[in-house]
């Protein structure tokens, strides 16, 4: 079983920076290929960007690419989300997700793909 945990939300002001961490508790998270998704107020989950189990491949959304980067830690049992050039536009929940799934290099993007769910961090970016 994989518990996950996200940190690093907060308040910035647009153009700003934020990291967030989600930590993992199994002792099998080096398996797990890794996701981000974001609900914005009062709209669907989207995808934001994945991640494989070996860090060797990785997946963004248009709306981020080129502001976001998504990295792990197999050792720390940990995988990052480096959000620079922020704008309002991405204040939201931001969760992170692990798939064991087969198809997850095909379907990356959707979310059943993903087994587990951490509980959410929220970002809110001021203009």
């Known amino acids: 079983q994989v518990q996950l945990v996200e940190s690093g939300g907060g308040l910035v002001q647009a153009g700003g920076s934020l990291r967030l961490s989600c930590a993992s508790s199994?002792?099998?998270?080096?398996?797990?290929?890794m996701g981000w998704f974001r609900q914005p107020p009062g709209k669907e989950r989207e995808f934001v960007t994945a991640?494989?189990?070996?860090?060797?491949?990785?997946y963004y959304a248009d709306s981020v690419k080129g502001r976001f980067t998504i990295s792990r830690d197999n050792a720390k049992n940990t995988v990052y989300l480096q959000m620079n050039s922020l704008k309002p536009e991405d204040t939201a929940v931001y969760y992170c997700?692990?798939?064991?799934?087969?198809?997850?290099?095909?379907?990356?993007?959707?979310?059943?793909?993903?087994?587990?769910w951490g509980q959410g961090t929220q970002v809110t970016v001021s203009s």
């Open positions: 997700a692990a798939s064991l799934d087969s198809s997850w290099y095909t379907h990356h993007e959707t979310s059943r793909q993903y087994n587990h």
């Open positions: 199994g002792r099998t998270f080096s398996s797990y290929h």
């Open positions: 991640i494989s189990w070996s860090g060797g491949t990785t």
